[in-house]
């Protein structure tokens, strides 16, 4: 069965850092692009990061650009995103997905995980 | 900045058909990138309806269809059921971005 799990969400401090990961089953990520999307409470979806298959390529959101890094450990099957300098806004759900290109579909989604900024 | 425009809500009775409309640029879906939509059930994560433009993933009812043509998008639901409230967003690439773009999301009402 093909599954995303989402993990290390929770409440974190202004300006403090946190690392999730999505680890993978039924499928190895190897042959797929992952990305990062979030959602704040009551609010839309919102892309955040994705990766290439090996991790040579990886883009990022502006809003997150050089505070958020995306990367992957496929010997884990895992995708991970580190978050610093996290501030209010970037409290949100964060999902994990995978593609079989940036250009294509993403499915399936975790189930997400979620992230609570707070001074 | 890249964005891809949706109403914020429709609304239809039971059996009727709605259509949810997607407005992007040059590029995303005017591109020629594969238009994609999900719907998100309350409480829930975001599910693949519809993908390349057209598709329906295995599961996913015929009532539910897609069409693109030049820089827009639609969804369109016929024969509308209370379990259809939910959500709806649209998604393409965009190469301004360098990745996913999504709508706003509409939120479908059942009356």
């Known amino acids: 069965q093909v599954q995303l799990v989402e993990s290390g969400g929770g409440v974190v401090q202004t300006g403090r850092s946190l690392r999730l990961s999505c680890a993978a089953s039924g499928f190895m990520i190897s042959s797929y692009v992952i990305q990062w999307v979030r959602q704040a409470p009551g609010k839309g979806l919102e892309w955040v990061a994705l990766t290439s298959y090996d991790g040579s390529n990886k883009y990022n959101a502006d809003s997150v650009k050089g505070r958020f890094t995306i990367s992957r450990d496929n010997s884990k099957n895992t995708v991970y995103l580190q978050m610093n300098s996290l501030r209010a806004e970037d409290t949100a759900f964060y999902y994990c997905?995978?593609?079989?290109?940036?250009?294509?579909?993403?499915?399936?989604w975790g189930q997400g995980t979620l992230v609570t900024v707070s001074s | 900045q890249a964005v891809l425009t949706q109403p914020p809500s429709v609304s239809g009775a039971p059996g009727q058909r709605v259509t949810i409309p997607c407005t992007g640029s040059?590029?995303?879906?005017?591109?020629?990138?594969?238009v994609q939509w999900y719907q998100q059930l309350p409480g829930t994560a975001p599910k693949l309806l519809l993908y390349g433009d057209n598709n329906r993933p295995s599961g996913v009812p015929d009532r539910f269809s897609g069409s693109k043509s030049g820089t827009s998008a639609s969804l369109a639901i016929t024969g509308l059921q209370a379990e259809d409230e939910a959500d709806y967003y649209c998604q393409s690439y965009d190469n301004s971005l360098g990745g996913s773009l999504f709508g706003g999301g509409t939120k479908l009402i059942v009356l």
């Open positions: 997905s995978r593609s079989e290109s940036v250009h294509r579909w993403f499915d399936p």
């Open positions: 040059d590029s995303n879906i005017g591109a020629g990138y594969d």
